[in-house]
């Protein structure tokens, strides 16, 4: 009986009680719901556009590298295009640490010498002995006549042998690089002195390619002492068949089409987001982003 | 009434309270997530700044360091990678305050230089940033331009010459000093005297040798003696080593120990290259034109630039070039010595005048390292400029 009276007492929910209370609740629900699609967009698009940036931070960082250290002039961008760019790049600094040529009479000079660089290398690793077809490269500084600059110059070789048995003249380590010389100018007593700087390089082309997955990528190829690498995408994926643009540029600032004549380049990236994101609207897309600079070559012949 | 009413609302049980606690924490947890984001995106966007002013720095240091060249102390040094062969850079601010740089100058060869230079963002040194900050290496491979002076005889002349019968001996032959070890051999010999007029040196009976013993330049004039390539006198002069007012001087190397002590009478030793002054090869210079400087004696090498007269009154020994835009003579006792070369603008080597003996021999090698160390630092012609590893 008190049971009873305690179960009359009671009141419940009414029916609009309820879907009052349902219609709410779904507003609220709707409502967080589309707050953290909204904030998950938000975050991912955020993240797709820090991958992009990072990227176009990357090929900032290492083109430009690669190319202020070219010699136009003097042959070090073998082919090049607007989405590709074939070049010698730097990546050893040696000394030479014997007497490399030997004392000849004036004349053209082509041929294969050996010669002796210190160990550990200054900077970069150590050449390597050529795998029967790709060789490292050498350039190897010919001072010629000491009291005039106008026949200094850079003889370039490729290393078609390499040994780590022959020490330098003061006996500390050497490594010894037989070296088929391509001298452009006659040969001088003494031309290649004793502590004469060697620079290696390697052969490497940048170049936006089509994978399989449809993407654009920037790939790099290399070619040296160890064989041909590549091309391996590096950088990407890119924005389509646009996604790399060089312009070369000559002293005067005019485009030009002759490697030889290029003074500057100008680089412009343009990145695309590994995912689709949403964008504002409702349309759902790639998040793009571009970096552009303008590469002054660092190395040209300044006489 | 009142606690009926609390009753019943300790009783109801809504969802509103956890619905809102439950999406602030997803939405916090969003923000914080874009925050991260964000963050992320700002520091790599700083770092990368910091790097652009790291290569600034360096290369602005690289260039610092070429502006600033210190001939005497750099030339001079032994070849890399031997004790001596490089001189460190100190950790020096940058004029804008943006960071420091420093790093080392090693003497490849003779006049080949490797500066290695790496830079620090100023934000970095603060401990600003995260990690280790930025930092840039570079290098510069720059050669050191021999002064370019045009010698073709071991004397040339502005004015007639009369040796007289003195023992006075002009030698074109190339000749290695005794005791300077890695010279070349003996090169080409070149003339004896070198004059603007036959007849410009008169009675050497026999004293004057060379390839020719006189070599007549009819278009000699003042730039033979005042410029060299693109190098004037008065630039050489006024960054001379030494300034000196005429005078009465006998040089000699003064050293502490195996330290080769700088003074205006320190000309190096040429006679003792291996010793503590043997790298000192200073460029001295006599102002005050009309004036007379007279050498009682000494021993000196590289550069002496002497805007007066000059007399020779002992016996003194100079391995290097002369360069003497007034007169030049001897008196009783005077014998001087030269390897090298001598340029004499404004010849009076008459007979009454030269009492004592004279040696002058054309040296290669004696003028080259003279040349190597007074000369200035160029930019390689190409391929100079190195990103390090």
Known sequence: MQLLSRAAGRRGYTMVELMIALIMASVLCFAVLKIFMTTQRF???LAQKVDVQQNLRAAMAILPSDLRQLDAADGDIKAMSATSITIRAMRQVGVVCTVPIPALPAGPFPGVKTIVVRRPLYSGSLFQAPNGVNYDSVFVWNEG?????TDDGWWPGRVTLVSSAVNCLDGSPGQQLTVSVNAPVP???????????VRGFETVTYSLIQAADTRWYLNITTNNGSGTTGPTPMIGPLAGGTGVAFTYFNSAGAVTAVPAQVAQIGLVIRGQSLRQVHLPGPMVGFKAESLATTITLRNNPRF | MLGRGAVRLRNEHGMALATVIISLVVIGALVAAALMVGIQEQRMSESTRWLRKSSGLTEGGVNEVLRAWDAQNTNGMTLYPTAGSTMAVAQTASPSGTGVYGGTVAKLTDQIYLLDMTGRDSSTLNGRNRGDGARQRLGLITRVLPLPVDVQAAMTIGAPVNFGGGNVFVQGTDHVPAGWANCPAAGTPLAGVRAKNAGDANNSQGQMTGTPPVLITPTMDSTTFMQYGTTAYNALAAAATIQLNPGSYAPAPAFVGAVCTPGNTNWGSPLAPNGPCGKRYPVVHVNNFGGTTTLTGGNGQGVLLVDGDLVISGAFTYYGLIIVRGKMSTTAGGSPTVYGALMVQSMNF???????DANIYYSAC????????VGSPTLLRSRGWVELL
């Open chain 1, 43 to 45: 975050s991912d698009a």
């Open chain 1, 145 to 149: 006549n000491s009291a005039i600059r």
């Open chain 1, 187 to 197: 040969n001088l007593a003494g031309g290649v002195p004793l502590g004469a700087p």
């Open chain 2, 350 to 356: 008459a007979t009454t005048a030269f009492a004592g």
């Open chain 2, 366 to 373: 004696a003028l080259q390292r003279t040349r190597d160390a």
